[in-house]
């Protein structure tokens, strides 16, 4: 099917209850909808916004096309979790329906303010002439879902910026009320622009200044900006469109990437002593990871598995996009870790000592043992001739690489079909969570971590061990309370 701008920016009303029937009957028939990772239930899902704790639950949003695989007219989707793992879907809740986002509901963040809650995000208009007005605008949910959007521009588009300027994250640092937006200059380089809530009132924003980050300056936009501070240091998570790969390599079209800063300077703008730019995630599918400080003290993130501008063969089944499971943020000997929260253990099901397995439900969860000066070889989504997700664990080298290259249905084949990362070449561990038709490795207690999708065919559903034994638990992974 053509995806033409016309049917992209089609209204929702627009849409027949026929049409939506059949894109519904559709995606029954994917062999590749996932178990325990939230996914969009029509459509294409793209990044998480707006993740928050709100009313005594975590709330998150995904941005939405309903209406196909296909980046079209942005809504956000709200689900709740009492646990961070299992979540609820509870409707479609910030619609691209006033003059200020005509054009979509595009990303942002939310925080509690009284009892309601704050969600920040960018109004995406086209003109007549279909050029784009980026407005940072507001909207208040009550504990009923009843949302009440604030009708005013709260950040305006600065004049140093081009139309792409957005994904507007307020955070609170001692006690006052900060925002970042990503943005691109005249220049056509990416930067971050930070402001300050007058008065604390979230309606009312002053800008401070380009966010001073060593910004290298090769990238063309900013996309996602987000800074959490953990231990007091300041970590920026952002999307640097277009970074020359001569500052940090990576693999995907975009990359989604950190730095971490010694302290933050608000007057100057400044996170001061920045690390060098590194590479949030080493898989094939990790973008606009969203990251907050959470109310009880942990830093949490959630990211999209998904890329822009990519094609993927769930597409035909009319879904694209996951999220990511949500991983708490830590720093370690001045290193960011990323790892599943705990309570991802409840889903645990059967368990058995780590070996070869002609069959399963690709549902589980491994728990390797890497012993030092060793090297291993497994094979996920495996079929009888061992043919799969081929991850490889060389600890005598210090690398590990995942190729996807015979893992089911082949895709963006332009970025290359493996990813490798070194890692210490002592004793290690890995974790690694399967789901149908997604994959999150976590290596020493998330210090790497490569996430991505496969769509594997119906008989890749076993593992085997092509090269040393490693050792460890296998567990089924067994969702229970599925949502939807
Ligand atoms: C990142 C992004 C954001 C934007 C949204 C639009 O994936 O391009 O910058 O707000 O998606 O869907």
Redesign the pocket.
């Given at each position: 099917m053509a995806w033409t701008t016309e049917k992209r920016y089609k209204r929702y009303e627009d849409w027949t209850q026929e049409e939506v029937q059949h894109i519904k009957e559709n995606i029954a028939k994917s062999p590749w909808r996932a178990n325990y990772h939230v996914e969009p239930q029509t459509g294409l899902l793209?990044?998480p916004n707006g993740f928050s704790y709100f009313d005594g639950k975590w709330v998150v949003f995904y941005?939405n096309f309903p209406f196909g695989a296909a980046?079209g007219l942005?809504c956000w989707v709200q689900m709740e979790s009492d646990d961070l793992v299992h979540f609820t879907e509870t409707g479609l809740r910030v619609l691209p329906d006033t003059p200020l986002d005509s054009h979509?509901a595009?990303?942002g963040s939310a925080m509690q303010f009284d009892d309601k809650l704050f969600l920040f995000y960018?109004g995406?208009v086209r003109d007549e002439n279909w050029v784009r007005h980026p407005y940072q605008i507001g909207a208040l949910l009550d504990k009923s879902g009843k949302l009440e959007k604030i009708d005013k521009v709260l950040i305006e588009q600065p004049a140093e910026a081009t139309d792409h300027f957005?994904?507007p994250q307020i955070f609170n640092y001692k006690g006052q009320f900060y925002a970042i937006v990503?943005g691109q200059n005249l220049d056509k380089q990416g930067y971050v622009k930070l402001y300050k809530a007058v008065d604390n009132d979230y309606t009312n924003w002053e800008v401070i200044g380009d966010l001073d980050f060593a910004n290298d300056k090769t990238a063309y936009m900013m996309?996602?900006p987000n800074l959490v501070f953990i231990n007091d240091q300041p970590v920026l998570l952002y999307?640097p469109q277009g970074l020359s790969k001569d500052v940090q390599d990576y693999g995907n079209i975009y990359p989604n990437m950190y730095k971490i800063g010694q302290s933050f300077d608000t007057n100057k703008a400044a996170m001061i002593n920045p690390s060098p730019i590194q590479n949030l995630d080493y898989g094939f599918d990790c973008?606009?990871t969203q990251a907050f400080n959470a109310p009880d003290g942990r830093v949490l993130a959630v990211s999209?598995l998904g890329l822009?501008d990519v094609e993927y063969p769930s597409d035909r089944f009319d879904h694209q996009g996951a999220f990511s499971l949500v991983k708490e943020l830590s720093l370690k000997d001045g290193k960011l870790y990323q790892y599943p929260v705990p309570a991802i253990k409840d889903l645990r099901a059967e368990e058995q000592p780590f070996a070869a397995l002609t069959e399963s439900k690709n549902s589980y969860e491994l728990e390797l043992n890497l012993a030092a000066d060793t090297e291993h070889e497994i094979v996920l989504f495996a079929d009888k001739d061992g043919k799969g997700l081929r991850i490889n664990f060389d600890l005598k080298a210090g690398l590990v690489t995942v190729d996807r290259s015979l893992a089911g249905e082949p895709f963006a084949l332009d970025f290359g079909t493996s990813r490798s990362c070194n890692i210490d070449k002592e004793a290690t561990s890995a974790t690694i969570f399967i789901d149908k038709s997604i994959f999150e490795i976590f290596i020493n207690k998330g210090e790497k971590v490569f996430s991505g999708r496969v769509f594997p065919r119906e008989d890749q559903t076993g593992i085997a061990i092509t090269k040393g034994n490693p050792t460890g638990t296998y567990y089924e992974l067994d969702y229970g309370r599925k949502a939807n």
């Open positions: 793209n990044d941005q980046h942005k979509g595009y990303s960018t995406n957005r994904d990503g996309e996602c999307c973008y606009a999209w822009p």
